[in-house]
C-alpha cells in the first residue's frame, strides 16, 4: 500500500526556515515524480515544485530561490527547505506523487497524497 | 506562465447534472486532471488525461475536452459530491498547474 506522511509543519516568524519530511512506503522515491503542493486556509491548491526522477527540479515562481526540494534516497523520503519563510507561505503543505503511464511515461496525475503539515508563518 | 480558469461556485440539485469547466489560456494544452477535495480531506484524483477514470471512481463523474476548454461532468449529483473541484495541467518545460477550484453545492 502506498502512504506518505508529511511532518515538520510548525509555527515560526517571518525571516524564519523550516524543512518538511514527506516519508514514503510501498514505491521508491528516487523512481517516482514527486511534488510539493499547497493550500492556504480557505483558498485553492497551488503547486510549488517537483522533483523528478532524474534530479531534475522546477519551483513556481512564488518560492523560487527561497524554497530547494530535494531526497534522502536511503531514507525513502522528500524534502522541502524553505528559507525566507513570509507570511503568505501560510499554508498545509502536502506532497504527492505523479504516477506515470509504463508505456508512454506520460502523466497519470497525482494518483497519491499526504495528509499535508500545517506551517504557520505569524 | 500557464493558467487554468475556473467558475468559483456551482450549485445543482440532487440527480441534475453539474458540468465544471476549465478554461487554459495558452496552447498547446497538454492533458488535464481533475481532483474532488471534500473538507480536512486531500485530494482524489477523478479524471486523468483529460478523459480517463481511475478504478474505484463512480462512473457518474467523466471528462471531455473541446479546444482548449475541459470540462468535468458529474451526471445525476449525489449528495456526498458535493466537494472542491480542481482542474489541473502542465507546460512543457515541467511546471504544474492547478485552477483556482470549483466549489459545488448540491442544493
Known amino acids: 500500500e502506498v502512504q506518505l506522511v508529511e511532518t515538520g509543519g510548525a509555527l515560526i516568524q517571518p525571516g524564519g526556515s523550516l524543512r518538511l519530511s514527506c516519508a514514503a512506503s510501498?514505491?521508491?522515491?528516487?523512481?517516482?515524480?514527486m511534488s510539493w503542493v499547497r493550500q492556504a486556509p480557505g483558498r485553492g491548491l497551488e503547486w510549488i515544485s517537483v522533483?523528478?526522477?532524474?534530479?531534475?527540479?522546477y519551483y513556481a515562481d512564488s518560492v523560487k530561490g527561497r524554497f530547494t526540494i530535494s531526497r534522502d534516497d536511503s531514507k525513502n523520503t522528500l524534502f522541502l527547505q524553505m528559507n525566507n519563510l513570509k507570511t503568505e507561505d501560510t499554508a498545509l503543505y502536502f506532497c504527492?506523487?505523479?504516477?506515470?503511464?509504463?508505456?508512454?511515461?506520460?502523466?497519470?496525475?497525482?494518483?497519491?497524497w499526504g495528509q499535508g503539515t500545517l506551517v504557520t508563518v505569524s | 506562465s500557464y493558467e487554468l480558469t475556473q467558475p468559483p461556485s456551482l450549485s445543482v440539485s440532487p440527480g441534475q447534472t453539474a458540468r465544471i469547466t476549465c478554461s487554459a489560456d495558452?496552447?498547446?494544452?497538454?492533458?488535464t486532471y481533475w481532483y474532488q477535495q471534500k473538507p480536512d480531506q486531500a485530494p482524489v484524483l477523478i479524471i486523468y488525461?483529460?478523459?480517463e477514470r481511475p478504478s474505484g471512481i463512480p462512473e457518474r463523474f467523466s471528462g471531455s475536452t473541446s479546444g482548449t476548454t475541459v470540462t468535468l461532468t458529474i451526471s445525476g449529483v449525489q449528495a456526498e459530491d458535493e466537494a472542491d473541484y480542481y482542474c489541473?495541467?502542465?507546460?512543457?518545460?515541467?511546471?504544474?498547474?492547478f485552477g483556482g477550484g470549483t466549489k459545488l453545492t448540491v442544493l
Open positions: 522533483l523528478y526522477a532524474g534530479g531534475y527540479t
Open positions: 495558452a496552447l498547446p494544452k497538454l492533458y
Open positions: 489541473q495541467s502542465s507546460d512543457s518545460s515541467g511546471a504544474y498547474f
Open positions: 510501498g514505491f521508491t522515491v528516487s523512481s517516482s515524480y
Open positions: 504527492a506523487r505523479d504516477v506515470l503511464d509504463a508505456t508512454d511515461a506520460t502523466s497519470l496525475g497525482f494518483q497519491h
Open positions: 488525461k483529460d478523459t
